[in-house]
């Protein structure tokens, strides 16, 4: 070996080492972007689940005041029906 001469697995690692390194960093960046992406399609599936029970309870609250109006309606009827009687008692 002459004073040339550069040992092989030197020359090995000064090249292999940052190539490794960028494929480390790659891999992390991937694995970090795929982990974000399951959380967003999880946190989407979460609120559309939120959206259909808020769209169940909407239709549930307004069949709801469609019956309060009806039985207003029957009370008014009624009261009206009070107060035509008391008229001609007075």
Do not use: C, H
């Amino acid at each position: 070996m002459g004073p040339g001469d550069v040992p092989i697995g030197l020359v090995m690692f000064v090249v292999g080492a940052p190539i490794m390194a960028v494929m480390m960093i790659f891999a992390m960046w991937f694995a970090g972007r795929a982990y974000q992406a399951r959380l967003k399609a999880a946190a989407n599936g979460e609120y559309q689940a939120l959206a259909n029970r808020m769209a169940a309870a909407q239709a549930e609250t307004t069949a709801s005041l469609a019956m309060m109006k009806a039985q207003l309606a029957d009370i008014g009827a009624s009261l009206a029906t009070v107060e035509k009687v008391l008229k001609q008692v007075g």
